[in-house]
């Protein structure tokens, strides 16, 4: 993905096992925090909500209770007329993410979950539980609702994607997507999509810091990406230089 840092080269790099990873984990972070990297401005406040249905429209009514939150263009030159915005709530069993954008054609042709999906339409969830360790996790999801869910030891801008194992059950998470003004085909002519994502905490252990509680802080990001006839164009909410792996400049989730 031209947004992950190196263009398509944000997996290049391998650490034999998740046990090195741990335990370098204080060393990388700590290394982070002395670039005075870590402090964003972006906050937002999750509030509570009982378990829901998903199904991939955001009518469910907990949804009606919050606002949206916008993503900025990253590229402001491109003078597109897309928006992108997301909504946060969080249950005592995981986390649930609505995710929208303005769209006219459905980029998306690749059939299975763990594909390259951040080279077509995209969303994407960063969620860094706990600043000590450089280890967040990622979710991606399509249109078409493939998805990517990965685990991302990240070293000096050095990292690669780990797949969860026994992904199943109540370890395995619930999407839905709906396009407006079209079908959710591939090549289809709409006026924007939908993503619902709930993510259960039981996927995100052994990350440190799950779940949360009222007072508990994530750092996280939320990205789009959208590739209409050979034009990129992406969005972040906390802003991002290079890539949305950068996970020093994440915004902050506040629960409540």
Known sequence: MICHGSQFGRHRSMYGTLALCWGLAGLAGGADADRGESANPKELVVTATDDFEVDGTGTAAPWQKIEWVPMRLREPASKSDYQARFKVLYSKTGLYVLMDGSDSLITSTMRADYSDLWKEDVFEVFLWTDEAYPLYFEYEISPLGYELPILVP????????????????????????????????????????????????????????????????????????????????????????????????????VFK
């Open 154 to 253: 990240n070293f000096n801008g050095r990292q690669l994607g780990w797949r969860p194992w026994k992904y199943d059950g109540d370890r395995k998470t619930r999407k839905a997507t709906s396009a407006v003004g079209g079908t959710i085909e591939s090549g289809a002519a709409v006026r924007g999509w939908t993503a619902e994502v709930y993510i259960p905490f039981d996927l995100l252990r052994p990350l440190q810091n799950v779940p949360p509680g009222p007072g508990t802080r994530w750092r996280a990001n939320f990205y789009r990406v959208d590739r209409d006839r050979g034009v990129t164009t992406t969005f972040d909410w906390a802003p991002v230089k290079d890539g949305f792996h950068e996970y020093t400049r994440f915004g902050t989730l």
